[in-house]
């Protein structure tokens, strides 16, 4: 889902940067609200994870494969303000490291992989808490629903953009239903990594979890036939609290999938290049050389490494430790923005 330069004309991608920075801003206000000392590292962690599960991708279709967006799961984990961030980062490091997606479309990237994907998913997410169970069985159902729908209306998104800023004249019936054809089933691996990756977090510390919160029901016992409410529980103690082994877990999972996983993806073109080629939509994609395009990890692959493997490898765990840098320090940034405030408006004694 990375548009690369050429596919949408210069006004409209200009058009889309301004919502991107618009959305980014509202983003940095909003995450305040969101992040505090716990969650502040986890959503370093969350933007690369999301970055070395991209490096993933999964056949989905003959000659297609996909990969996870991430707005969803991000959103779910440290709520929907933090996750558009989140993304954003992503996309960045992605753009100007990897020159993946085009710089001229990274407004036209964010507002399709980060924004749209972020409040479809919450917005859905949310929803269907509503009316299921309070339970964290109920968190797990609604990431993965979520995730799932998310990836089409990205697509959908996509397709919106194009129609009005397309660089070349083929039919949008088609494109759209291409686009979102190919990214149902990409869709359903979003769905299953998001809801895995929730499950597993909720199942050791559902305190992080986001989307987990105010789940008010209290767990019940069958007491001489009747079901009665279970006393509270004693609140933990502070180093069970601790992120820290939450955090190391996750970030060792993120260089493995980078490190290594990396190097057994799918090598097919993923559902917006496969329905590009197919539609023709890329025809003048050509005309433009991503303005990174020269950079050393360009395409995943370090270079000068001969060895395939070996090259994607680095150039993965380089991604990841760039991510959780650059990511860690805008949100710790946020964080002590929020924590700073009090201090800014108090009014002197005396």
Same mark, same amino acid.
């Given at each position: 889902?990375?548009?690369?330069?050429?596919?949408?004309?210069?006004?409209?991608?200009?058009?889309?940067?301004?919502?991107?920075?618009?959305?980014?801003?509202?983003?940095?206000?909003?995450?305040?609200?969101?992040?505090?000392?716990?969650?502040?590292?986890?959503?370093?962690?969350?933007?690369?994870?999301?970055?070395?599960?991209?490096?993933?991708?999964?056949?989905?279709?003959?000659?297609?494969?996909?990969?996870?967006?991430?707005?969803?799961?991000?959103?779910?984990?440290?709520?929907?303000?933090?996750?558009?961030?989140?993304?954003?980062?992503?996309?960045?490091?992605?753009?100007?490291?990897?020159?993946?997606?085009?710089?001229?479309?990274?407004?036209?990237?964010?507002?399709?992989?980060?924004?749209?994907?972020?409040?479809?998913?919450?917005?859905?997410?949310?929803?269907?808490?509503?009316?299921?169970?309070?339970?964290?069985?109920?968190?797990?159902?609604?990431?993965?629903?979520?995730?799932?729908?998310?990836?089409?209306?990205?697509?959908?998104?996509?397709?919106?953009?194009?129609?009005?800023?397309?660089?070349?004249?083929?039919?949008?019936?088609?494109?759209?239903?291409?686009?979102?054809? %190919?990214?149902?089933?990409?869709?359903? $691996?979003? !769905?299953?990594?998001? *809801? @895995?990756?929730? =499950?597993?977090?909720? +199942? /050791? #510390?559902?305190?992080?979890?986001?989307?987990?919160?105010?789940?008010?029901?209290?767990?019940?016992?069958?007491?001489?036939?009747?079901?009665?409410?279970?006393?509270?529980?004693?609140?933990?103690?502070?180093?069970?609290?601790?992120?820290?082994?939450?955090?190391?877990?996750?970030?060792?999972?993120?260089?493995?999938?980078?490190?290594?996983?990396?190097?057994?993806?799918?090598?097919?073109?993923?559902?917006?290049?496969?329905?590009?080629?197919?539609?023709?939509?890329?025809?003048?994609?050509?005309?433009?050389?991503?303005?990174?395009?020269?950079?050393?990890?360009?395409?995943?692959?370090?270079?000068?490494?001969?060895?395939?493997?070996?090259? %994607?490898?680095?150039?993965?765990?380089? $991604?990841? !430790?760039?991510?959780? *840098? @650059?990511?860690? =320090?805008?949100?710790? +940034? /946020? #964080?002590?923005?929020?924590?700073?405030?009090?201090?800014?408006?108090?009014?002197?004694?005396?």
């Amino acid at each position: 889902m990375h548009v690369p330069d050429g596919f949408i004309d210069a006004p409209v991608s200009v058009a889309a940067g301004v919502v991107a920075a618009a959305a980014v801003a509202v983003s940095l206000r909003g995450a305040r609200r969101e992040l505090d000392e716990r969650t502040a590292p986890l959503a370093g962690l969350v933007a690369a994870f999301i970055f070395a599960v991209q490096m993933l991708n999964f056949p989905v279709a003959a000659g297609t494969s996909g990969h996870l967006l991430g707005g969803a799961l991000a959103a779910i984990l440290v709520g929907p303000y933090t996750g558009v961030l989140c993304v954003s980062v992503v996309l960045l490091m992605q753009g100007v490291l990897f020159a993946d997606g085009g710089l001229s479309a990274l407004g036209v990237n964010i507002t399709v992989m980060g924004v749209v994907t972020v409040v479809v998913a919450y917005l859905l997410f949310r929803g269907l808490l509503k009316v299921l169970p309070a339970t964290r069985r109920s968190v797990t159902v609604a990431a993965f629903v979520a995730a799932l729908v998310s990836v089409p209306a990205s697509a959908a998104a996509f397709t919106a953009v194009y129609a009005v800023g397309g660089t070349t004249d083929v039919p949008i019936g088609k494109v759209l239903t291409a686009m979102v054809g %190919v990214h149902v089933l990409i869709g359903l $691996g979003e !769905a299953a990594i998001t *809801a @895995v990756t929730v =499950g597993a977090v909720i +199942a /050791v #510390r559902p305190d992080l979890v986001h989307g987990a919160r105010g789940l008010g029901a209290p767990l019940r016992l069958r007491v001489g036939g009747e079901l009665v409410d279970a006393p509270a529980a004693a609140p933990a103690p502070a180093a069970a609290r601790s992120t820290k082994k939450v955090w190391a877990v996750g970030l060792a999972t993120a260089f493995v999938l980078a490190g290594i996983v990396s190097a057994y993806a799918s090598a097919s073109p993923d559902g917006l290049e496969k329905v590009a080629a197919d539609q023709g939509i890329d025809a003048k994609a050509d005309q433009y050389e991503h303005a990174t395009a020269g950079s050393p990890l360009a395409d995943y692959a370090v270079k000068d490494v001969e060895n395939e493997s070996l090259s %994607v490898g680095i150039a993965g765990v380089i $991604g990841v !430790a760039g991510t959780v *840098a @650059v990511g860690s =320090g805008v949100f710790w +940034a /946020v #964080r002590r923005r929020r924590a700073d405030e009090p201090a800014a408006t108090a009014t002197p004694v005396g």
